[in-house]
């Protein structure tokens, strides 16, 4: 079983079509929202979904993951967006991926619900199987039992995903399918397309370079 475990902070505006499209995949056996505090009635969204698991946690992407995946009861474990949708046959695609012979973990590559250029390109570079171009709004996914053993994700709201990628690459093969999940580009739209790239890149090689993910964070706002 793969439990789905999404993370989110004031997504009222999307968590319901979310929480429609994801349950209507085949397979879908367990969903846990992770929810880091929010004000908008997130939490409250969730009450038209019996099927779906409220977990509440401190604010931080990486902590909420962490708190969702305490909650999980699945043998793997997806990390989805609340604003990324999966293909048709995604988790069907991640039980294969998994089934493979020493695969510690894997993501899907990225396409955007806006079309630009640099999105585009973006989107073109996602496809690259390689730590630099994965990140969590991909739909990171791997064993629960691998999730454990590297010690989960760090409490960061920033680069979680980044450092939870350098561990796993010492610990077995990462895949990626070469089949996208769409995700809104609702931040570019709202700061600029070539300005949040910018941002998002300059942040990323920082990170690499040693700058801590608590300044990293107050630059990032």
């Known amino acids: 079983m793969i439990s789905v475990v999404i993370p989110t902070l004031n997504e009222a505006q999307v968590i319901e ?40 946690s401190a604010p931080g992407r990486g902590r909420q993951m962490n708190a969702g995946a305490l909650a999980a009861r699945g043998e793997a474990l997806l990390f989805l967006h609340a604003d990324t949708r999966l293909p048709p046959d995604g988790l069907s695609l991640i039980q294969q991926a998994l089934a493979q012979p ?4 894997g993501s899907f590559y990225l396409r955007f619900d806006h079309d630009h250029l640099f999105l585009r390109l973006y989107s073109l570079c996602s496809r690259i199987n390689h730590p630099l171009f994965t990140y969590g709004d991909q739909g990171l996914f791997l064993p629960a039992e691998v999730f454990w053993q590297v010690g989960g994700f760090p409490a960061w709201s920033i680069m979680e995903d980044v450092e939870m990628l350098r561990r796993l690459q010492r610990t077995g ?9 769409i995700t809104s580009a609702r931040r570019y739209l709202q700061n600029g397309v070539i300005r949040q790239q910018t941002l998002n890149t ?20």
């Not at 085949?26 to 969730?46: K, M, N, Y």
């Not at 020493?102 to 973990?105: E, F, K, L, R, S």
């Open 17 to 56: 079509a979310c929480l429609r499209y994801l349950l209507e995949l085949e397979g879908c056996a367990e969903v846990i929202v992770a929810d880091g505090g929010s004000t908008d009635g997130t939490p409250e969204r969730l009450a038209a979904f019996s099927q779906v698991r409220l977990v509440r």
């Open 102 to 105: 020493g695969v510690a973990a």
């Open 173 to 181: 093969r990462i895949v990626k399918i070469q089949r996208p999940v």
């Open 202 to 221: 300059a942040l990323v090689l920082l990170y690499h370079l040693g700058t801590s993910p608590s300044l990293l964070q107050r630059a990032y706002h």
